[in-house]
């Protein structure tokens, strides 16, 4: 194997064409130059070996033979000064731990002395240029000169292109780091951290094509990992190809341990992969064989409730409505609030719109059965509030006149601030409004005279009974009523009523600060959500509230010590009192609001520059996701 080889002329065999006989012996000819080239004993008995393997009357064996040939070539025929003796190994295995640890001092300090001894060592220029990125982001040029370096000392290493692609990554510049991760590929082709690393970029830029095939060749490399058949499943379900990414599922689930025994920890891995499965067939429309693996895994699962809730919807989708209606009945017995059982309900019901919120066009007979069906579920449910709400939407009429006066019971009695919040949907129907308008002033009137809820409520005994502090409320709502029909003088006559009667109310403050927005007079708010603030400093919502009105009176500075602007209120509730600090919170909304003021005192460069601040979170929102792929 130490003696230079070379070539002689072979005896071809009688049988097979002569041009194929002499392409065999070319070929041959040239891996036996290739291996008098190569450096080390052991190469060159590889490169004689593989040529001896190959059968010269078969193209495809020495197609093979050039393949394995030219890798082989790669690994020996490194230059000699990129070879560390075993000490100076040691030490960059050290550097590699370091910089994995975020000990990046002892790395360069390590690297250094490598370095001494071997300033051409490729790898070694490379570590150092990524440990310097990494310890300091205004010399990103001289850590890409050291890569860069490194790369011209040693093309033909797989680390310095790794090097070179997870430099490229922290600046943010995927598509360069993708492109050194592939050339790391080609040289390395079973390396399973580039495969991973290079898998994070092609999902954070979409190339999910890419991303499928990375993740195919990470599974032939590592198929005993569960992750691999997952990642793969996901990678094909993010594609589109449900089919494949089932059968890699199903394919995991026969090598795999399916018992659901393991501990609570495995069985709810196994739940989750057996309800991924389920969301893939009913994404691909196959809503038998979904249904079917729903009652097969029925012991696997552990999560209930998406149990039910997928099975209620492949009941709904195959339009076997009885069924789905008796899910959705016994996920309401679970939870009565929630308001996407109310709206599965519903369709099962006949009603075509999908938005509980908006059920309109509803026949009378349909109006009729989704009546009966809801005094049923009050008659279950007596202290549900969507029960009790959801049929506002569709009501009309008296219907919804008497609806509204038991609905109103509660809230008044209670004194429930969000009461207005919680109707205002309503206001899109004129019809409804003009009710609404009728009932809630019918209240007040009855409350002033009696000191009783009207007949319309239902309330008996105590409930019937309203103290001072519900008349307070009846005219909170009304101000807001008024408001949002453009009665803004009534308007503020009511919320003055309610403020003298109870001065001590902070949420007054606020429905009058909004009417007053609302009516054009935002200093007028400002001033008052001020007060607010004031009346308790302890509470980050009102310091909020406060801000953003100066910001919208345009008072951002403080003129007199009575008076703070905008930003010296903001800073209350800041740990270090800077803006700097909102700015690392990510407090968008405030950049917004004031940027938009400055806009108004034409102050364009301030406003430029917390615009740009909020397009940079934005940034950061993208670049962030990169740490979710893993």
Not at 118 to 127: D, N, S
Not at 217 to 228: D, F, I, Q, Y
Not at 399 to 422: H, L, T
Not at 438 to 444: D, G, P, R, S, Y
């Amino acid at each position: 194997a130490h003696a230079p080889v070379r070539p002689r002329r072979p005896t071809f065999p009688r049988t097979g064409s002569q041009a194929k006989a002499r392409e065999a012996y070319r070929l041959s000819s040239y891996y036996r130059k290739l291996a008098s080239l190569c450096t080390g004993a052991v190469c060159v008995c590889v490169c004689v070996r593989v040529c001896a393997r190959a059968d010269p009357t078969t193209r495809c064996s020495v197609r093979c033979c050039r393949r394995s040939l030219w890798h082989a070539l790669l690994a020996a025929m490194a230059p000699p000064s990129q070879q560390l003796p075993l000490k100076e190994a040691n030490s960059f295995r050290q550097i590699v731990r370091l910089y994995e640890q975020k000990q990046y001092k002892k790395a360069i300090k390590q690297a250094d002395s490598i370095l001494k001894k071997f300033p051409e060592h490729g790898e070694t220029l490379a570590m150092k240029g990524l440990v310097l990125g990494c310890m300091h982001a205004d010399e990103k040029e001289k850590a890409y000169d050291f890569v860069r370096k490194g790369l011209r000392h040693n093309m033909r290493s797989h680390v310095c292109w790794h090097v070179f692609g997870l430099l490229y990554r922290q600046d943010g510049q995927f598509e360069e780091a993708s492109k050194s991760f592939k050339n790391a590929l080609r040289i390395d082709k079973e390396n399973f951290q580039i495969m991973r690393d290079l898998s994070m970029l092609q999902v954070q830029m979409r190339d999910l094509e890419g991303f499928v095939e990375t993740r195919r060749s990470m599974l032939v490399l590592n198929a005993t990992r569960k992750a691999s058949w997952v990642g793969f499943a996901i990678a094909s379900a993010l594609n589109g190809d449900y089919q494949q990414a089932i059968k890699a599922i199903e394919s995991y689930e026969r090598v795999g341990n399916s018992s659901a025994e393991a501990g609570n920890d495995e069985a709810y891995k196994l739940s989750e992969q057996a309800l991924f499965k389920v969301y893939l067939r009913m994404k691909m429309g196959d809503l038998e064989a979904a249904l079917k693996d729903l009652e097969e895994n029925k012991s696997v699962i552990v999560d209930v409730e998406s149990f039910m809730e997928y099975k209620a919807k492949i009941f709904l989708q195959l339009n076997r409505v009885d069924d789905a209606e008796k899910m959705y009945r016994e996920l309401l017995e679970r939870n009565s609030e929630c308001y996407s059982y109310h709206e599965g309900l519903l369709r099962c019901l006949g009603v075509s719109s999908c938005d509980v919120q908006n059920v309109n066009g509803a026949s009378d007979d349909l109006q009729d059965r989704l009546v009966a069906v809801y005094q049923e579920l009050a008659e279950k449910y007596p202290r549900s509030l969507a029960v009790q709400r959801i049929p506002l939407n569709w009501s009309k009429g008296n219907s919804f006149e008497s609806r509204v006066y038991e609905y109103a019971v509660s809230f008044i009695a209670r004194g429930i601030p969000s009461f207005f919040a919680d109707m205002k949907p309503l206001y899109a129907n004129e019809e409804k409004a003009r009710i609404l308008d009728k009932v809630f002033w019918n209240i007040l009137e009855s409350v002033q005279k009696d000191g009783r809820l009207p007949a319309q409520c239902n309330a008996t005994g105590a409930h019937g009974d309203v103290h001072e502090q519900g008349v307070m409320w009846i005219k909170a709502y009304l101000a807001q009523h008024c408001a949002i029909r453009g009665e803004y003088k009534k308007s503020v006559e009511l919320i003055d009523e309610a403020i003298s009667h109870t001065p001590t109310c902070i949420d007054l403050y606020l429905f009058k600060a909004q009417i007053l927005e609302n009516g054009g007079d935002v200093n007028g708010a400002a001033a008052l959500t001020e007060r607010a603030r004031k009346m308790d400093l302890q509470d980050r919502y009102l310091n909020t509230v406060s801000a953003k009105m100066l910001m919208r009176a345009d008072k951002t500075s403080t003129v007199e010590a009575d008076h703070p602007g905008s930003e010296e209120v903001m800073r209350l509730f800041t740990k270090e009192g800077t803006y700097n600090n909102l700015y690392d919170m990510q407090c968008m909304w405030y950049e917004i609001e004031t940027g938009k003021s400055f806009v108004r005192q034409k102050k364009f460069g301030r406003a430029i520059k917390k615009f740009v601040g909020v397009q940079q979170h934005f940034d950061d929102f993208y670049n962030d996701q990169f740490d979710f792929h893993s």
